[in-house]
């Protein structure tokens, strides 16, 4: 199992420890990851998979909640931009 | 009531039961004309089938009679369009009805003739012109017809714009009161008070029976799903042309294929009706026979997040046609009911022939065959 | 393509919790086969999140036992799905990212846990303004926090927790606001004379936070920044002090996740589920353990976790013996229920364009004026996002006495082929189609 996994966040690679979940990765690249209805940057609150602000697309899959999800090799994941 | 008539002792000119869209109309239509007048509901604005309709403002052709209210009332809506607010979210999205099959075809042409004739624009799509517009529509269908001045809001507070347009003319609006007992010019509340009015309406929808014994209506239950946002995923509302191919196409229970496109960029998806059942809980196979329908035509909903169901109950009539107009039996009394899956649509057209037979004033269309009295009539004819 | 899987139990655990692993554990050493499912990758819960196998830190040796006996139960874990409704009596329905769950049960325990209360103020919504568990699971998610500088507010035991965990992972904890005031928290530490761990953990908490500014009475105003928080306006001794920072983690003590409890028809009180002295519900083989029978935190969600899952395997002798421990640690949760009320400044906190609902962006303007929850999802969509009202609900409910609505299926935002799963009823081309629209 490797240490390190390697995934990209709006096309720029980010390196995180095995095990790191994809809201981790996404504040690693310094993106917020949703803008709100009203064009608020948002990013997680509850950590938990509650809230829905941590949402992101993953692998084309849109509305996925990031703190719940662990990064994987080659993932790709894209914030509302 | 003529204007001969003396002044009256009664609080109001007109009480109107029920504060959801037909209610508001009504109530809207009735302060316009400088009467006054008072809305009770038990509940919030809009909170009973305005609150679980799909919003479309729409014309349809079952028969001559909706058709003439339909499209009367989706020009009224045009007309008005210009001043609603942000939160009634109305777009002119348009109706495509879509064909499955030649024999769907067949009915395509025959809707766009018959709209033709009475000017509504329509235009005929081939399967790929079908395909090029809506792309998330499954491959294989026959075309559709596509009626562009369809739209599509946002119900209840599209009935809160009309009721805050009523109370600035002086409208009462008293919510969260539960009516006991309606008729011979009164209203009566659970709580022992009561309110006089020249006129009493009944638009209790669904409910309208429990005031009213006696008004053929009965509950339609319905489901609705929302999905999450997912912009330019549809741009029109589809709905299905098709019927069992058997003749006997009546079972108990049916669902049909009819999404919309909100302007969050969530997915409506309906649509369902049920007969005689009773609760409000979602029922498990209808809903899923709804969503299986709606995938047939759709496939990519079928990964879409879905955040909410719900149902309602829609006020259902023998001839599909609503009670606008005297109870007979009761002269003060006035129906504004039995509006099935229509409501939105025809509400403004609902509000102007009511208050025009409350008044006097000359309707804009013929009103026979909405009337409450058109039951009495055919046994009359039997 | 997604998968439809069928799985049995005699007992079906949801929440995989302490509560929840405490209920598993003692149900399978009983001998009956026992199924936990989890929305999280994870077992684990919040609490003991990213535990397994770490460090010492946060009963890390409580839990490493229970994980120890879990690992030779036998229990079969099912984590990253979500139970989003119940059919029929008996079956629960589970989604995965590709694959759906029928879960068949002869009894079920319910360990569902609880959140975060959160609070609106101005700039709540700003990146980088978390919950104090929310900014906590994050870093245990691999948020790197070293050197970051911290400002931890609300109320609750949690924050003290939280800023400790955080400061032994490299965090500046700049200073902990706590809005309870100093009277209540004196009692509380009084109250702990009773509990000797507690006065232990205690002291752990007072080592690891040596140095820090506690303050009570305190609470935040305003959260500042442009894309990202830069600075918090936080209340002390009556004035307003700006503190520059780089993360808020605030919440408001916890409220319990009741959802599922209701959607099943168990009766729920005021705010928890009711359970008789074998922590079963209304529902005769549904059990309910931990939060939401009411906040007690670890040590009492671990004793109720167990009575459920003996009862729930049919051992009520055995879970007896558990009563007396569990009377004890019922002690705590009375004494923190009593201490972290909230004050009513917090209602004057949100300004009239602070966002209340997160998901559709409502401000707390145009709820004011509204008379109910009901009217609010209507007319503004107040709670009709996805969250489902997780958040805006608790938030209403303190700042206007709005009594939540009921639940409906999915009690969680599910895939539209999930709800359209159906095993009983005709198939979809003997369906009768209704022409015409709505």
């Known amino acids: 199992m490797p240490s390190q996994v390697t995934l990209t966040v709006n096309g720029l690679r980010v390196s995180v420890p095995s095990g790191a979940t994809v809201a981790a990765a996404v504040a690693i690249a310094g993106q917020a990851c949703r803008i709100s209805v009203t064009g608020e940057p948002r990013g997680p609150l509850c950590g938990m998979g509650i809230c829905f602000e941590c949402c992101v697309a993953v692998n084309g899959r849109p509305h996925c909640r990031s703190c719940q999800t662990l990064c994987e090799s080659g993932m790709e994941v894209r914030t509302d931009e | 009531m003529s204007n001969a008539e003396p002044m009256s002792n009664a609080e109001y000119d007109a009480i109107i039961v029920g504060a959801g869209i037909v209610g508001a109309a009504c109530a809207d ?32 052709d079952d028969s001559d009679a909706q058709f003439a209210l339909t499209r009367y009332s989706q020009r009224l809506w045009q007309d008005l369009r210009p001043q609603l607010p942000d939160d009634v979210e109305y777009e002119q999205c348009g109706t495509i009805w879509v064909a499955a099959d030649d024999q769907e075809i067949e009915e395509v042409w025959r809707k766009h003739d018959y709209y033709g004739k009475r000017g509504v624009p329509t235009e ?41 347009r009523a109370q600035e003319r002086g409208a009462k609006l008293r919510l969260g009161v539960s009516v006991a007992q309606i008729g011979q010019g009164r209203v009566r509340t659970n709580d022992g008070l009561e309110i006089t009015g020249e006129i009493v309406v009944n638009a209790a929808g669904a409910w309208a029976p429990e005031l009213t014994p006696g008004i053929e209506v009965k509950k339609r239950k319905g489901h609705l799903v929302i999905t999450d946002r997912y912009p330019g995923f549809l741009r029109h509302q589809l709905v299905e042309l098709g019927y069992l191919k058997s003749a006997h196409a009546v079972t108990s229970d049916s669902v049909a294929f009819n999404v919309q496109p909100r302007r969050t960029g969530q997915i409506l998806i309906g649509s369902s009706r049920q007969y005689g059942a009773e609760h409000r809980e979602v029922d498990d196979g209808i809903l899923a026979r709804m969503l299986q329908r709606a995938q047939e035509f759709m ?14 109950f829609r006020a259902a009539t023998p001839d599909k046609l609503p009670l606008i107009g005297p109870w007979p039996g009761d002269k003060s009394l006035f129906l504004g009911t039995g509006h099935e899956g229509l409501g939105i649509t025809t509400s403004l057209g609902t509000a102007r022939i009511l208050v025009d037979q409350i008044t006097g004033a000359k309707p804009e269309i013929p009103i026979e065959p909405y009337l409450p009295s058109r039951a009495n009539q055919e046994l009359a004819n039997a | ?110 360990a569902t846990g609880a959140r975060e209360r959160f609070l609106p103020f101005p700039g709540w919504t700003l990146p980088n303004v978390l919950g104090a568990g929310g900014l906590q699971a994050l870093v245990k998610g691999g948020l790197p926090i070293r050197g970051k500088r911290v400002v931890v507010a609300g109320t609750g035991p949690l924050l003290l927790a939280v800023a400790a965990y955080l400061r032994e992972h490299g965090a500046e904890i700049l200073m902990v606001c706590e809005q309870a005031p100093w009277s209540s928290l004196a009692r509380f530490t009084a109250a702990l004379l009773g509990q000797p761990e507690k006065i232990a953990q205690a002291f752990e908490l007072k080592r690891k936070l040596a140095g820090v500014p506690f303050v009570a009475n305190s609470w935040p105003l305003a959260a500042h920044g442009g894309q990202t928080l830069e600075g918090v306006t936080v209340s002390r001794a009556g004035k307003s002090e700006t503190i520059p920072c780089d993360y808020l983690a605030c919440g408001f003590h916890l409220v319990p996740n009741t959802e599922l409890p209701l959607l099943l028809g168990c009766q729920v009180g005021n705010r928890f589920v009711p359970v008789d002295d074998f922590q079963q519900t209304t529902i005769a083989g549904v059990f309910c353990a931990g939060e939401p029978t009411g906040i007690g935190g670890v040590d009492l969600a671990l004793v109720e976790g167990q009575i459920a899952g003996l009862a729930a395997a049919g051992r009520r002798a055995e879970a007896r013996e558990l009563f007396g421990a569990r009377r004890k640690a019922r002690r705590f949760a009375r004494i923190l229920d009593r201490t972290f009320r909230l004050r009513a400044e917090l209602r004057s906190l949100p300004s009239h364009e602070t966002m209340v ?10 709820l004011q004026r509204l008379s109910s929850w009901r009217a609010a999802k209507l007319h503004t969509r107040c709670g009709m996002g996805p969250c489902q009202g997780r958040v805006c609900g608790p938030a209403t409910q303190f700042l206007f006495q709005w009594n939540p609505d009921s639940v409906r299926p999915p009690v969680f935002p599910v895939r539209v082929a999930s709800l359209a799963r159906f095993r009983g009823g005709a198939k979809p081309e003997q369906t009768t189609v209704a022409g015409g629209l709505g």
């Open chain 2, 124 to 164: 005929v799509w081939d399967a790929r012109t079908l395909k090029q517009m809506e792309p998330n529509l499954r491959d294989g269908l026959a075309g559709g017809l596509l009626v562009p001045e369809d739209g599509v809001l946002y119900p209840p507070c599209a009935a809160r714009f009309l009721l805050e």
């Open chain 3, 357 to 366: 609902c997160r998901c559709e962006d409502v401000p707390y303007s145009r």
């Open chain 2, 29 to 60: 239509e009735c302060a316009r004309r400088g009467l006054r007048v008072a809305v009770v509901d038990r509940d919030a604005i809009g909170s009973g089938a305005t609150a679980a309709g799909m919003g479309h403002i729409v014309v349809m």
């Open chain 3, 1 to 110: 393509m997604s998968k439809d899987l069928e799985q049995r139990f005699d007992v079906v655990v949801v929440g995989g919790g302490p509560a929840g692993i405490a209920a598993a554990v003692r149900a399978a050493e009983c001998g009956v086969s026992v199924g936990i499912v989890d929305d999280n990758a994870t077992l684990g819960g919040q609490i003991w999140r990213g535990t397994s196998g770490e460090r010492q830190e946060e009963g890390a040796k409580v839990a490493a036992i229970w994980y120890r006996r879990f690992g030779t139960a036998g229990i079969t874990a099912l984590c990253g799905k979500r139970v989003f409704h119940q059919p029929e009596p008996g079956v629960l329905l589970a989604e995965g990212t590709d694959d759906l769950f029928e879960l068949g049960y002869r009894n079920l325990v319910l």
């Open chain 2, 299 to 312: 496939p990519a909903l079928g990964t879409m997040s879905a955040v909410r169901a719900w149902t309602g």
